[in-house]
Each structure stands twice: as C-alpha cells, then as structure tokens.
C-alpha cells in the first residue's frame, strides 16, 4: 500500500479525532492570525483617519505669529522646486467657547449651553475647496458648527450662537503696556450647516487623534474685522499701515508621494523656503521707521519689544554692513519728584536706556552739567534740562522714581527707587528724539494724557501743565537716560531687552538703500526656526503617527495568550488521545516490519496535513474573529479606543505569519506527543499500552519535594499575610513602579498560596495510594474517583495548574478595575486632593484665589456674600499652558511633544510642603523640587505621568525628548502615579517663560473645594468667567475617563481570557477522556463485579469535577488574597458578578465537557476489554 493511500485512507477513517485536532488547529490560527489582523486594522483605520480629517490639506503653516494674507497667494504662484500645489488657503485657527441659549419651548425651560475648548476656523472659499467642503464658505454671521458641537449644545441649523475668542494682542497682555481690559470679543452667528462626522470639516484638526473635536467655521473677513486683523489703510487717523494677516496656511500637494509619501517633508521644506523668500518685516511684526532728518532708520516691533532672535540677527547684519548702532530700552515711570522737594515732581515719564558713547547720528550728547553716570555706580542717572527745572535739582541731587513692575498673576504693584542725577543734557540733538520711544497706538498718538488708552489706572489729577506741555512739544522724548545695561537689569522681560535698534550707514550713504539692504539680510539671516514660520508636511505626520502608541497586535495576542494556550495544548491533547486510540495500530505496523522512525513519520505526516488544513480554514476564521474583535473595539469596549470609525483591513502577510505561527505550534505539540510513544515495545503496543509506565525510583523523593515546597510556599504565604497585617511591612514607601511594599508583599503571599496550593494537590495524590478506599455509596466513589486523580499525579496535576493559573490572572485583573468616583480627595493620590480641574480657551493673567484678581477677571460685580464664601474656602491653583498633542491613553496616535504645563515657584512649594500626589520610580524625598534642578545648558527637568511617559512617550527616568525647532530638550526627573496629570508634562516657570516666552497667563487650574460643594463652584466659576472659556469637570471623572482605558483593556483581558479558561476546560475533557481509555480494564472490571454505569460515570465525573474545583478555587483564593489591599481600598470596582458568571460558566462547561468521558467509560465492551487485559 501506498503512503499517500494509507494516509487517505487514515484520515477518512479517523475523522473525528482529526476534526478535533483541525478545530483546534483553526482556533488558533483564528486567534493569532485574528490579534494580527487587529494590528493592521486599527494602524490602517488610524491612517485613513488622519487622510479623512485632513482632506486635500497635506502642508500647513500654523502658530501664535500672524503673517500676511497675500503671502497665500504668492505661496500658490511659487510652485517652489517644481512642486504643484492644488491650492493654499489663508485662516486663523483659534481656541474659543460657544454659547447656545436655548428658549423655552413647551415643557423644555431656557437655559444656557456652553462649551469650550472650541477650534474657530475662520476661512474663505479657498478653504472650502480645498478640504471639498461643497457649498459656499460661510459669509457674514454665518457659521458651520461640525457634528460632535451640534449634538453637545443640542444645535440645528438657524439656531444662533455666540462664537467667544481671545482677541490677538498687539503687546503682550502680561507686559506693562498690554491691553488687560479688552480681552475677548463676541461673535453672534447664525448656524447654517453642520458637517457630519464623516466629512473633513467634522474631524479637520493638525494634530492626529482619533477623537472628534469641536469646529466651527466662520468668515475670515468677518473674524479679521472683529478682532482687528483686517487690512488697514494709512491715514491721518491711523499713521501706520497694515495689511491683512492670518496665523494659518493650508497647503494641498498634489503629488501622492509629495503629500503623504516619503518626498513629504522634503517639500514642506521647499515651501517654507519659499515662505521665507517671499517674507517681509510686516510678516514678522517688524518695521523700519525712516528718520530721514536725523539719518538714521529703526528696527521696532509692533508689539514694543524686539524678539532676543530678531535683535541678535539685526545686530549681526549691522556689524556685517559696518553699521553705526544705537540699542535702546525705554520704560514708562509713573512719578518722579525732587527727594528734598517732594512737591516738585512730574507724571508718566519716558526713561531710556541708551549708549552714552554712541556714534552720530545717536551721539555725542551735550550736557549742559555734569555728564554719564560712571560705570560702577548704578544709581546715578542722567536727566534733560527740562526735567531739571521742573523738579528744580542739579547734578549731585537725589531724584525718587516710582513704576509698575509686572508680577507673576497680572498684577503691577508699584515700586520706588532713588538715583543720583550725575548729569544734565541740553534738550538737542540726540537727547531730543522723540523716535527712541516707539510707536504704541493709543499711548504714542494721543493728543494729551487724558487721551491714553490706560494701560493701568492713571492718576491723571496729577499730570501738571508742565508735563501737558512736554508732552505738546516733545512728545515721546525721554526725560530721563540710563545706561542701556543697568535698564536692562530693571526692565528687561521675557520677551526681549530692546524696545528698538537704530541704525545709521556709517558712510553717510543714502538712507532709503540702506534700509532696504538691512532688510533684505536681515530676512535672509533669520532662520525658519528663529521666526517660527515653518511648513509642516502634517499629512504625512499624521501617516506616521498611525503606528499608534498602542500595539494592537501585541495587545491582543496577550489578551489572547490563554486562549493560544488552550487551543495549542488542546491539539497536543486530541492527537495524543487520537495516538492512544490507534495504539494497536501502531504495534501492527511496527510488528509487519516498519520502524519506529517510519510510524513515527507516517503519523506526523497525517498531523501535518490536517494541521495545514485546519490552518488554511483558520486564516478565513481569523477574519472573522478579527471582524468580531473590531465590532468589540467599536461597541463593548469602545472605553479603549474611543472611536467608531474603525473598520477591518485584511493583509495576507499578517495571515500568512498566524498560519505558520499556529502550524509550527501545532506540529511541534504533534511531535511531543508522539515522542512519548519512544520506549514502548511492540508487544505492549499491540496490548494497548499507550505510556511508559512509571518508574517506581524517586517518587518518594519526588512526593517529598512537592510536600516540602507546599510548607515552604504556605510558610512564606503565612509570614507575609501577618506582616502586612500587623504593619510591620510598611505600606507608606514605595517599592518599585509606585507601588508599596504591603502591595508587593500581599501579591507575594498570593503567588506564593497558589504554589502551595499546587504542590499541597501534588504531595496530597501521593500520599494516600497505597490505602485502602473504604466505605460505601457515593462517598466512596468520591474517594475512588479522587484516588484515580492520582493515577496520573503529573498529568492531575499540571490540568490543575493551568486552570489555577488562568484563573489567577483573571481574578486578578478583573479585581484591578479602579471607579475613581468613589476616591474622595487624598493629598498623597493621583487626585493631589483636588476636587475639580479646569482648562480656558483664553489665559487668565490674574490671581483667583485673591478679591483683587477676580474683580480684574470680570467676576467682583455680580458676586454675593455666599459666591464670595465659597471661593474664600477653596484654593484655586494655576498653571501656564503650552499647547501641544494629546499624549494620554486616550490617544492612539504617536506624539511628539505633549502639552506642557509651566508650574509657578509657590505652586512648587506648595506641592512639596503638602507632599501632593503619589510618585512612582522617582529618586527624591521631595520630587517637585527636581523641577528648580539645573541639569546642565539645553537640559530642562519635566515631571509627567507614568502611563503617558511609558506608554504614549515611551520614555523613562533620565531620558529626554527634543523640544521642535530648538536646541534644548526636556529631560524626565520624576513620574506621578495614575494622576490628573496624564498627557501632560510639567516643568518649572522660570524654563517655561524663557522657552515660550508667548504664553501669558494660565489656562490649567487645580482646585481644592469640599467634595460637596464642587458642583456649586464649578457652576460658578464657569458662569462668571464664561468669556474665557472656563470649563472645570470633577478631577474624579478626568481620571475615570483615563481609566476607561485600562478598565478596558482589563475587561477584554477578562472576556478573552475566559474564553481560553473555557477552552481549557474541554483539554481538561480531552484528559479525562485518556484516562478513561488507560483505566478501560479497571472500568470493565467494576462493571462487571456488579458497579452499574451510572456508578461508574460518577466515578470518572467526580475525578473531573475534584481538578476543576481545586484550580478554580485555588487561583481564585490565592488572587484575591494577592489584590486584598486593592480590593479594600477605595475606589475597587470589582465586576463581581460577571466574575462569578464566568467561573460558574467554566465549571458548567467543564463539566458537560466530562460527559465524554463518562459516555466513553459506559459504553466499552465489558467482554472484550477484559480479554484485552
């Protein structure tokens, strides 16, 4: 006979092992093929959700500066290195907050929708074409709301909305002269579409995430003119022109590869070259003022401080241009008066901070007496002879000065100090240009004092005549001069040390060449990172970010671990039962002349073909268990991903890699089988001998081993129940990863009962086989059945074990699930003892926890005794934000760089002397103060949490992440455990200011309420500083939707994992089943002494039942006694009843699994099976 014959013919005729082998064999390539399947769909379901939420937008330019608008249109007719361009449009992307008041309608009262965070988009058509929006752009007070903002605010088209927005600031609003007062403005709109989810408009954003943001649309010329960013032309009214600007370029690319593809960031390049090119000082918030009487030009900025970048460059051009140079700072004094004399004084003085040896034209200067202060005395200054007569003083006489100075929460407290007037200048030449002041709309252009737009409360019934008259005859002019050095130790700011650079060609050449050559190199020096205007190829980041921060695959095979497990020992199992049962078979061939080798090749390859064939059907049940885990992703465990539009994408690869994993598992669980039968004469092949028998040396060795480790195991189980009972374990320091020492101890002492267990089921089988089972009825069979447990002690007990272990793990994970709802307030938590957290759309610069700060934030007029009560008990703390991508576990994509929180030196201090928030893996006492620590030049320390370090970041103790487009980088000095902090990292004010020097204000706060008031507060604070877009949520609910993440993942852990205990249980089945088959002889024998079948069945049912309940029971007891101090603690939320569901099922099926074996044990022929013997 044939090979190919014999195994047809074995397979058609053993059909039914082998089908259960090729059940097996498909469950787990359905199973490893299906995790990696999963894999490829959510990395290609976040690809095409980032193609999506972009639509033809490929390259955009976007930022805090405001550029031109034109720049657009000469961008598009660049075509820079040949790169076609399908369009670019201008806009002005914004953080604001929507109000939707609803009117009263039948059983529905008024009220008041509100939500903030919002994304205002102001575009125009080109917009609209590019992202394939359809109808025409929104006009005039029209507005497009997307989806997820309709169905938040209950929105429909017609209804009208106010659109809220942080007016752009021209000076920095946290800086002297910056407009505190008109912060926000308010846009009234009418809805006149809503874009569905689907659509680009729904989801557009840059940065990657899978959540729905909110959107709204408005007119570009419409949001320009309300917030003052529309072309202005030059008058009499409004001496300085401007052009229309925008914060935001989007860019379409039309070539695939150019758009997303690998030439992606190659031409972001290109075009931000070309951006570059086609820059002008009015890109920049720069210009150059002409002095054409006194020759020289003047480099200002719009927002009255040179940027250190823009200074530094324009000081290298001049020095290259071989420029004459006049660095200036000026500063506004409120008070100066005659320290002997105090009634001689003068109002609101311009003081300067020059270079008293500059060259012409910015000097020499002539003093009518006296001269420059000397270079080690810091306090004499320099006055104009106007100034002398009006105060009445003379070189050698004390003069007091009184400014505001800028504190940390918007306030500007007052501060005096005295100087010795070392000199008096002649009130000519360089001492009287008004151009060392620049220009400040509504400061610089009034026509009297009473004109200002006050920057601070101004003490006006002071202003004299005489400063009147100053003011009508020299204008700006500073009456007062320093050296540029000690001004710049008095009022340099964050923002920059020079108010404006004079410059003069040092030939007398002409000035307007001059001027335009300075601005041509001083362009061209600037670099893209300097100005801040970079092209990024954000289609193609979004592409890459795809790769997710979560491997799905490896998430899913270890979701799936026991149910790989259970299907690969579950082959193992039905082949050698399906050997067992052909033992005889196998004794023939041997004994008509075929070797060992030969059987043992002839039955390996019918395992290999039923192995590739069940294979082959597990890749199309891969599919479909894919499918059912992307529906799962989509609907029951939707906590994990948080998006619906996910959908299954099939790579042969990902197919082809689970067929040879789960074949090369299944073969090499066929050939241990076979092995087995190595050792086994002929003869006791043909009488049916399917095992070595065991050998009688070192079982009493090996039955006091399993005896000894048991005491050992229970010892130390005992030992650490009782310490970390009585507390000499300590449970306040941290052992590693934040946890405690009792945590680790207790988790010990479970791992360590379950080893006892387990070796206690192994001694226990030994001990007693020699004795007699006495006794009648059922409890007879019970001990019988319980003695033929221990026919096969290592078999019992490794079925044990594995369903001990299995159910260890999930009681244990489904007994992590936390509910941080019913976590009250604790300072050493991930809740720091806050009670609510809060996050603005616009800064807040002042102090909510003082009355002052919130009557300058809007809130003293409407304020009654009780809301004045409330706000007094709590404590509000802030932080400065940096906006960045969203890092936590609610973000499946990559990131980069996560939003960065700036934490003032008092918040520091008083974090550490409360010893706020619990620390995981961080070598300090005091972990905040790590953030004051000097890590060395371009090192910055951040602290951030555990899961978004590990997890999102990937990144550890000690490591660091760049900081784009410079040189410094952000080094991990320490990690909250499980805090509100997640997404986030956290660094120290001081860095923060000097890296981001933009960001005024706070928009991140932390409050401290009684629990049963925070509801009350939080309605407040929202209600009176709705204008900022103040939105607080209880910090309980922000750590539950973190934790709606793991909790999912612990669910789907538990789901998945009980479906391999389950699967598990019919392996147990499939052993019971072969011992069945061993035992036939004894069972015929009991039959026949007169024991009837339903005897027997009890028998081998019991034996089944006793192994199930010892490896639920024990993994169960030793799990929960390993999560004891979890399971106490507050904020457990066990799933108890699906738990007890699931075990309960397991047992069930274990059970009805059995009934196999016991059908298999009544039905041998009584006759025939004893002559076999």
Not at 968 to 973: D, F, G, H, K, S
Not at 1002 to 1028: C, K, Q
Request: glycine letters at 8%; aromatic letters at 8%.
């Amino acid at each position: 006979m044939k090979t190919a014959h014999l195994l047809s013919r074995s397979l058609l005729h053993y059909w039914r092992t082998n089908l259960a082998v090729l059940l097996g064999v498909v469950a787990a390539t359905a199973v490893i093929g299906g995790a990696l399947v999963v894999g490829d769909s959510v990395r290609e379901s976040l690809k095409q959700m980032s193609l999506d939420r972009l639509g033809n937008v490929s390259h955009a330019l976007s930022g805090g500066r405001f550029v031109r608008e034109d720049l657009a249109d000469q961008l598009a007719a660049a075509s820079p290195d040949g790169i076609e361009l399908t369009g670019v449009a201008p806009a002005i992307a914004m953080t604001g907050s929507v109000e939707h008041e609803q009117q009263e309608t039948g059983d529905v009262s008024a009220r008041i929708s509100r939500a903030g965070s919002v994304n205002v988009y102001a575009v125009d058509q080109r917009f609209w074409e590019l992202t394939a929006a359809g109808s025409e752009a929104p006009q005039g007070n029209q507005v497009v709301v997307n989806q997820q903002l309709a169905d938040d605010l209950d929105l429909k088209v017609d209804d009208e909305i106010s659109v809220v927005i942080e007016i752009p600031a021209t000076i920095p609003r946290d800086s002297l002269l910056g407009d505190r007062d008109q912060t926000v403005t308010e846009l009234l709109l009418r809805v006149t579409a809503i874009a569905e989810d689907e659509a680009t408009l729904g989801r557009f954003g840059l940065n990657p995430t899978q959540q729905l943001p909110q959107n709204v649309y408005v007119s570009l010329d419409t949001l320009q003119q309300q917030v003052g960013l529309n072309a202005v032309r030059r008058t009499r009214r409004n001496p300085v022109a401007k052009p229309a600007r925008v914060n935001a370029l989007f860019a379409g690319v039309a070539a695939e590869t150019n758009a997303k593809g690998p030439g992606a960031p190659a031409a972001a390049e290109a075009l931000t070259e070309q951006l570059h090119e086609d820059l002008t000082l009015a890109d920049l918030s720069l210009k150059l003022v002409r002095s054409e009487e006194r020759g020289y030009i003047s480099l200002e900025a719009e927002q009255m401080i040179l940027e250190r970048t823009v200074a530094d460059a324009a000081k290298k051009v001049a020095a290259e241009m071989k420029a004459n140079t006049s660095p200036v700072l000026v500063y506004l004094l409120n008070e100066i008066w005659n320290r002997q004399s105090p009634e001689n004084f003068s109002m609101y003085s311009i003081v300067a901070g020059i270079d008293f040896d500059a060259e012409p034209p910015f000097g020499p200067f002539d003093f009518v007496e006296g001269g420059p202060p000397a270079a080690d005395s810091p306090r004499q200054i320099v006055i104009n002879e106007w100034l002398a007569a009006d105060l009445n003083v003379s070189v050698g006489d004390a003069i007091g000065v009184k400014y505001k100075v800028v504190g940390d929460r918007g306030e500007l407290p007052d501060e005096e100090m005295t100087f010795e007037v070392s000199g008096i200048l002649r009130l000519d030449g360089p001492a009287a240009d008004p151009g060392l002041t620049p220009y400040v709309a509504g400061i610089t252009d009034a026509d009297t004092f009473s004109d200002w737009r006050q920057p601070f409360p101004m003490d006006l019934e002071r202003v004299t005549d005489r400063d009147e008259d100053y003011w009508d005859a020299h204008r700006t002019t500073p009456k007062l001069f320093l050296p540029l050095d000690v001004a710049q130790k008095l009022w340099e700011s964050r923002y920059g040390e020079l108010t404006s650079l004079r410059l003069a060609p040092a030939d007398g050449g002409d000035l307007d060449t001059f001027a335009d050559t300075f601005e041509t190199q001083l362009l061209e020096t600037l670099s893209p990172a300097e100005t801040g205007l970079i092209v990024g190829p954000v289609m193609y980041q979004g592409v890459q970010a795809a790769a997710g921060t979560t491997d799905f695959t490896g998430l899913f095979v270890g979701f799936s671990f026991f149910l790989i497990l259970s299907a690969t020992i579950l082959v193992g199992l039905l082949f050698r039962l399906g050997i067992e049962r052909r033992v005889q078979q196998i004794g023939l061939l041997t004994a008509i002349g075929l070797s060992p080798r030969q059987v043992r090749r002839l039955f390996l390859m019918e395992g290999a073909i039923v192995v590739g064939i069940g294979g082959l059907v597990g890749c199309f049940a891969a599919i479909g268990y894919a499918w059912l885990m992307i529906y799962g992703l989509k609907t029951w465990w939707i906590g994990a991903i948080g998006t619906r539009f996910l959908f299954l994408s099939v790579c042969p690869l990902s197919l082809a890699i689970g067929f040879a994993i789960a074949v090369i598992v299944a073969l090499l669980a066929i050939w241990w089988a076979m092995r087995q039968l190595r050792g086994i004469s002929t003869r006791e092949l043909l009488a049916g001998v399917a095992d070595v028998a065991e050998s009688t040396a070192g079982k009493g060795l090996k039955s006091r081993v399993a005896g000894r480790t048991a005491t050992i195991a229970g010892v130390i189980a005992a030992l650490l129940l009782v310490g970390s009972l009585t507390g000499i374990v300590p449970d306040d320091q941290e052992a590693f990863g934040g946890f405690s020492w009792q945590v680790v101890a207790f988790f010990v002492t479970g791992i360590a009962a379950l080893v006892a267990s387990l070796a206690g089921l192994s001694a226990a089988l030994k001990s007693d086989r020699a004795a007699a089972v006495r006794g009648a009825g059922v409890a007879a069979l019970a001990r019988l059945g319980l003695r033929n447990s221990a026919r096969h002690r290592q078999r019992s007990v490794l079925t044990a074990s594995l369903i001990a272990s299995a159910t260890f793990v999930i009681v244990a994970v489904a007994a992590g699930q936390r509910n941080p709802a019913a976590e009250a307030p604790v300072k050493e938590s991930g809740n720091g003892g806050f009670t609510l957290v809060a996050e603005t759309s616009t800064p807040i610069l002042y102090d909510l926890n003082t009355e002052e700060g919130r009557i300058q934030a809007g809130m003293g007029d409407t304020l009654s005794e009780e809301d004045v009560s409330l706000l007094n008990g709590s404590q509000i703390v802030p932080f400065r934000v940096r906006r960045g991508e969203n890092a936590s576990c609610l973000n499946l994509y990559q990131t980069q760089l996560p939003t960065i929180l700036g934490v003032p030196q008092d918040v520091i201090d008083l974090m550490t002397a409360e010893n706020r928030f619990a620390f995981a893996n961080t070598p300090s006492d005091a972990p905040w103060t790590l953030l004051n620590e000097d890590r060395g030049e371009g090192v910055v320390p951040v602290l951030g949490d555990m899961n978004t370090l590990q997890y999102s970041l990937h990144k550890g103790i000690g490591q660091t992440l760049p900081v784009p487009d410079t040189d410094v980088e952000l080094q991990i000095a320490g990690m909250f455990d499980g805090s509100v902090f997640q997404g986030v990292l956290l660094m120290a004010e001081e860095p923060f200011l000097e890296l981001f020097p933009e960001e005024a204000g706070f928009e991140y706060f932390l409050i401290e309420v009684e629990p049963d008031r925070a509801t009350e507060l939080a309605n407040l604070l929202e209600s009176e500083l709705g204008d900022y877009g103040f939105d607080a949520e209880r910090v309980a609910d922000r750590l539950a939707s973190f934790l709606a993440v793991q909790n999912t993942y612990l669910s789907t852990f538990q789901t998945l994992g009980g479906l391999g205990l389950l699967l598990g249980t019919l392996g147990l089945a499939t052993v019971m089943l072969r011992n069945v088959l061993e035992r036939r002889g004894e069972l015929a024998l009991l039959r026949a002494v007169g024991y009837r079948n339903s005897h027997v069945g009890l028998l081998v049912l019991w034996e089944n039942a006793f192994l199930m309940l010892w490896g639920l029971a024990s993994g169960t007891v030793s799990a929960l006694l390993a999560m004891l101090p979890r399971l106490v603690s507050i904020g457990a939320d066990v799933p108890w009843q699906d738990l007890q569901l699931l075990l309960l099922a397991v047992f069930v099926v274990g059970m009805l699994a059995a009934l196999a074996a016991v059908k298999e044990a009544i039905r041998l022929p009584i006759l025939a099976t004893l002559r076999s013997e």
